[in-house]
C-alpha cells in the first residue's frame, strides 16, 4: 500500500505521514557532508602513497646482499614511518567514513531516500577486501620483506584506495542528483517517485486536498463510502 501523492510506503489503511506535495524539505545542511567526502578523498590518497612508499623502501632495507650503507639506515627509517603512516591513514578513514556516512544517510533520508543505498556502496567493499587480502599475503608469505610481497600488497591497497574514492564519488554524484530531484519538486515541475515516472503538477500553494487523506489513500475513501452506505440503510 503506497501514498498516490508522494509514493510513500503506508503500513495500514489512513495512516499518517508528511506527505505536503507543496512544502519544501529542510534544508539540507551539506557543507560539513562535503568536507567528510573530501577527507575520506584525501586520506584515501595518503594510504595509496604512504602504502607505495613503504613498498620502495621496505624493498630496500630488504637487500641483505651487501652491507647495509649509511643511506640504509634513512630507508629504514622512511619504512617505518611510512608504516606508520599507513595506520594514521586507517584511523582517518574510519572517522571520516563514519561522518562520510551518517551525513549521507542523513541527507538521503531527509529526501525521500533509503540512506543506506547511498552510504555503503561499492567502493567500501573493494576496499575492504583489498585490505584484507594484502594482509593475508604478508601472513601467508615466508619472507614479508621479499620485495614481490611488498610491491604486491602496494598494488591491493592502491587498488582499494582508488576504488573507495571512485564509490564515496560515486555515491555523492547520486546524492546530489537526489537534491536536484527534489529542487524540481519544490519548483512546481513534478514529483519524481522511486521506480515510476514523473506524476502530478505540484500547487505553490497549499490547498484543502492537500489535507484530505480521502485524496491520497483509496482506502480510505472506500472505507468512508462503506460506513456511509451502512449509515442510509
Not at 584515501?44 to 651487501?66: H, K, P, Q, Y
Not at 515516472?197 to 500553494?205: E, G, I, K, N, Q
Amino acid at each position: 500500500m503506497h501514498c498516490t501523492k508522494c509514493g510513500t510506503e503506508l503500513e495500514s489503511a489512513g495512516q499518517g505521514h508528511t506527505c505536503r506535495s507543496s512544502t519544501p524539505p529542510p534544508a539540507p545542511r551539506t557543507a560539513g557532508w562535503n568536507v567528510a567526502t573530501w577527507f575520506v578523498a584525501g586520506f584515501a590518497i595518503l594510504f595509496a602513497l604512504a602504502a607505495i612508499a613503504a613498498a620502495i623502501l621496505g624493498s630496500a632495507v630488504s637487500d641483505r646482499a651487501r652491507p647495509l650503507p649509511p643511506s640504509g639506515t634513512g630507508a629504514a627509517i622512511g619504512y617505518a614511518l611510512a608504516n606508520l603512516t599507513l595506520i594514521v591513514a586507517i584511523i582517518g578513514l574510519g572517522i571520516s567514513g563514519l561522518i562520510w556516512g551518517r551525513g549521507t544517510r542523513q541527507i538521503a533520508e531527509a529526501h525521500g531516500s533509503s540512506g543506506r543505498s547511498y552510504s555503503r556502496h561499492w567502493g567500501i567493499r573493494v576496499f575492504s577486501s583489498c585490505v584484507v587480502l594484502s594482509a593475508a599475503t604478508a601472513w601467508l608469505a615466508a619472507d614479508r620483506t621479499a620485495p614481490a610481497v611488498l610491491f604486491g600488497q602496494a598494488a591491493l591497497r592502491t587498488l582499494g584506495a582508488a576504488a573507495l574514492i571512485g564509490g564515496v564519488l560515486h555515491s555523492r554524484t547520486r546524492v546530489l542528483r537526489l537534491i536536484a530531484q527534489v529542487d524540481r519538486v519544490v519548483a512546481g515541475h513534478y514529483s519524481p517517485v522511486a521506480g515510476q515516472d514523473p506524476a502530478w503538477p505540484l500547487s505553490p500553494t497549499p490547498t484543502s486536498d492537500d489535507w484530505n487523506a480521502s485524496q491520497w489513500d483509496p482506502d480510505v475513501l472506500r472505507d468512508i463510502e462503506a460506513r456511509r452506505h451502512r449509515d442510509r440503510t
